[in-house]
Structure formats: structure tokens, C-alpha cells
């Protein structure tokens, strides 16, 4: 998707002094007038705080907007107050009569810290509850969006991370959902103004204060000494920030059909579709490969990775030795090597061996991904009742599919080009114990009719 341009000094955000209703919400309401189609929702994501109560208010007094919005509050369970800070949040938006979702997360640390495994989990929510013509609306402002500049900075990030927060971008690569930010240039001096002049009450979480969290510090106590050092300088530091963001946009454009030219489609289940060649990526020059890796990365959704992340999916996973089965843990999915590509695949989930119906259509649960069943009206799987198993509870067995020789599981396997990670929790059914069908691969020629039916594990 092409990235989005939009200025970040606008002079209609910086000589505010009181706002009031109108100049704000026409102001929001200008900037989205370019987005909005005709159709979708506007989800708001609402914590509660000062910024987010402004901008839910601000777009409940359009009324045209007003139907259109949802206030969706992600429920991270981190602090004793997290359940009044839903019971606010669902008041507030009862009050301005704007629907109201919440949604309960588990916040896991992936060793990145407890704030980036909050924000993952928020985005996650976010792709979850949002369709294709819906705008996530985020309340970020200008300070930030500075925070982040003056973090990433210290981190050694390139012009990406450099770029900071856009105003406008896909809510992931791969994503038909656009993230919208329409405060990014107000302050957060101006939006405590607004909140003032319209009585709004907020939540204030505790956690804010504390500097032992990074963001926090860098608000609390350096920031406030740059700027009494360097008064009046934030408008030039904006400006340089519209500048990477424009550098940034160009080089994803640029970059673009030089990492198309990289990927392929699978269609594995628990695997995203998305996969890189790696010898098409070593056919590259050398410093583009990790611009195409990060490319590629956030096409499947998947948190933009440091550099050492990147040199750990080269040495441990590309340049391993061609009979192992490498893989590096990036959050909460993996990093494999298979056929010379690159996947990223989701944990599995466990399996528990049932019994499956194959006398009507239908579906079924199984390691995260879907076992569906289809009655095809012509030659098929008998229908009937079979055990449903995981291939591991299946060492040893055979069977015979119609005009061909006898197969074990690793034939199978092989004949298909089945990664190593599925093997162990690929479908099986049997009957009296004997192996019928490896689903959605084969089946023995005793368990096929003329008019039977169809199963598949999707991904």
C-alpha cells in the first residue's frame, strides 16, 4: 500500500489558545474528510486518558460522524484499576451516545519490555475488532511524538524508526485498515485546554508517572530541560520530522517492487501466506537485504525488528546448515528456514483426538487453523464416523491410495513438500485403527466412494 503524506505543521494546529468545540471538531473532521468512504466505522481507540477523551469528544459533536463511531477500549489487566478504567470508559461513551467495545488482552513480554507487549497487544486488538472500510482513530499528539523520535534516536534506529509515528498508514502492511492519528500536531498543552474549557474527565494511570518505564523519563525529565534550554525550538524539530517522514515514504515506494520481487504466496496452515525467497534475496546487494527482510516482516504483521533481531534471522536461520530445520522466536511467531524461503509461522495450538462426522458439511477447530469438511457429490471420502488424530499418535502406519503403491507418513510428507513443523499435528482419520486418509493429502483406496466427501485443514 502506498504510504501516506500529510503535513505535521499545519498552522491551523499551532496558535490555538483556548480551542473550542467548533475549531477542533472541524479541524478533525476536515482531516478525516479525505478517508472516509462511504460506508465503515470510525473505532476510536479509547484508554480513558486526557488525549483520547478529547478526540472521542471531538468527533461526537459532528453528528454525521457520531453514528459512525466506536469507542473501543483494550483491557490489558496490568493494574489494580483496569476495571474502573473500563467502567469510565463505557460511562463516557454512554454519555456521548457512541457505541462502546471493549476488549480483554493478555499481556505476554517477549523480552522487549512490558510497554511494547501492551502496544502489540493493542494493535492485535485492533485488527481484530476493525473491517476493511473501518478507520482506527488514535489520539497521539506532537509531544509523543517527539518522546518517540528522542527514544528511537538513543536506540540507533535508521530512518524508519527515525520517522517516528505517521499521520496516516496502514494499520500493517498487509492491512486494508488505515491508522489514523488526527491530533499528531497538537500538543498536549492544548489538549489538556480543550479538556478544561468542556469539563471532560479522564482516568490518570498511576504507571505514568513512573520514570523506571522510558517514555516516562524521557516526559517527565529530560524533555522539560530541552526545551527550557532550547525554548521555542519544537516547531523546527516538527519540521524535521515531516522531512524523514517524506525521506521514509519515498524509499518504502522505491523499495517496494525490489522486495515484490522477493516474496511468494503458500497457503500452509498456522503459516502466514507471505514467504521470502532467500535466493532471490541474496541475489540482492547486501545492504538492501535487510530493508527487504523488514519488508517483508511487516507484510505479515510482525513488529518491525532491531538489527541484531535481523543478524540473528541471517546467521541462525539462513546461513544454517541444509539439513537442519532452523528457526528464531520473534514475539509470539517464528522465523523458519524450508526449500530455500523464509516463513513466519504462529505457535501451534494443542490438539485433542476426537471423533469427526463426515456425513454433512462442516468444521472444526484444530491447531489454531480449520478443518473443514465438504460434501463434493463426486469421488471422495466415504462418509461415516472417523477417528480424528494427530499424526504423531500414528508411527508406522500405512495406506494405499488408488493405483498407486503403499505409503508411510514420510512419504506422504515428502511427496507434498510438508514443513517439518506441521507433520506432528497434521490431521489424520482412521477406523477400527486403520489410517484412511491424511487429510487434505490423500486417502487409502478403501475409504473412497463415488460420492463422497472432501476434507481439508485450511490455513
Same mark, same amino acid.
Given at each position: ?39 465503515? +466505522? ?196 516538527? +519540521? ?58 511487516? +507484510? ?160
Amino acid at each position: 500500500m502506498t504510504p501516506y503524506s500529510w503535513s505535521l505543521v499545519d498552522p491551523l494546529y499551532n496558535d490555538y489558545g483556548a480551542m473550542t468545540t467548533l475549531d477542533l471538531t472541524h479541524h478533525v473532521t476536515a482531516f478525516l474528510a479525505p478517508l472516509l468512504g462511504e460506508e465503515g +466505522r470510525l473505532i476510536v481507540g479509547f484508554s480513558g486518558g486526557l488525549d483520547s477523551s478529547v478526540l472521542l469528544h471531538a468527533l461526537a459533536q459532528n453528528e454525521a460522524l457520531k453514528t459512525r463511531l466506536v469507542a473501543l477500549h483494550v483491557h490489558h489487566g496490568l493494574s489494580p484499576n483496569a476495571d474502573a478504567w473500563e467502567a469510565h470508559c463505557y460511562a463516557a461513551s454512554d454519555n456521548l451516545g457512541v457505541a462502546f467495545l471493549c476488549a480483554r488482552v493478555a499481556v505476554t513480554s517477549d523480552g522487549n519490555g512490558i510497554e511494547q507487549a501492551a502496544r502489540n497487544a493493542r494493535y492485535q486488538a485492533f485488527q481484530q475488532h476493525a473491517k476493511s472500510d473501518d478507520l482506527v482513530l488514535l489520539a497521539h499528539h506532537s509531544d509523543d511524538q517527539i518522546e518517540t523520535f528522542f527514544q528511537r534516536l538513543v536506540r540507533g534506529s535508521g530512518l524508519t524508526g527515525l520517522a517516528a509515528m505517521t499521520p496516516v498508514r496502514p494499520l500493517f502492511d498487509d492491512s486494508d485498515v488505515l491508522l489514523v492519528r488526527p491530533l499528531l500536531g497538537l500538543s498536549r498543552k492544548q489538549l489538556e485546554m480543550y479538556a478544561q474549557a468542556q469539563q471532560l474527565t479522564w482516568v490518570e494511570d498511576e504507571s505514568n508517572s513512573d520514570t523506571r518505564y522510558e517514555r516516562n523519563w524521557w516526559r517527565n525529565e529530560l524533555l522539560p530541560q530541552i526545551w527550557q534550554r532550547f525554548a521555542g525550538r519544537e516547531g523546527s524539530l516538527k +519540521r524535521s520530522l515531516e522531512q524523514l517522514q517524506n525521506d521514509q515514504a519515498l524509499l518504502h515506494e522505491l523499495l517496494a517492487p525490489e522486495i515484490h520481487a522477493c516474496l511468494a504466496r503458500c497457503a500452509w496452515p498456522g503459516t502466514n501466506e507471505s514467504i521470502c525467497s532467500i535466493a532471490a534475496l541474496n541475489d540482492k546487494p547486501q545492504h538492501y537485504r535487510p530493508y527487504i527482510l523488514r519488508g517483508w516482516l511487516a +507484510r505479515c504483521g510482525v513488529p518491525m525488528p532491531s538489527a541484531a533481531m535481523l543478524d540473528r534471522i541471517q546467521q541462525e536461520v539462513i546461513e544454517a546448515a541444509e539439513d537442519r530445520h532452523p528457526q528464531v522466536v520473534l514475539g509470539d511467531v517464528c522465523i523458519r528456514r524450508y526449500q530455500e524461503h523464509l516463513y513466519v509461522t504462529q505457535q501451534l495450538d494443542h490438539v485433542t483426538p476426537c471423533v469427526l462426522d463426515l456425513c454433512s458439511d462442516t468444521q472444526l477447530l484444530w491447531a489454531g487453523s480449520t478443518i473443514a469438511v465438504t460434501n463434493i457429490g463426486q469421488e471422495g471420502l466415504a462418509p461415516g464416523r472417523y477417528d480424528l488424530i494427530p499424526a504423531y499418535s500414528c508411527a508406522g502406519q500405512t495406506l494405499r491410495p488408488a493405483g498407486r503403491p503403499q505409503k508411510t507418513l514420510k512419504h506422504v510428507w515428502q511427496e507434498n513438500s510438508i514443513p517439518p513443523w506441521l507433520r506432528d499435528r497434521w490431521p489424520l482419520l482412521l477406523q477400527d485403527g486403520k489410517l484412511c486418509a491424511v487429510v487434505g493429502l490423500c486417502a487409502d483406496q478403501s475409504a473412497v466412494v463415488a460420492h463422497g466427501v472432501t476434507a481439508k485443514w485450511l490455513s
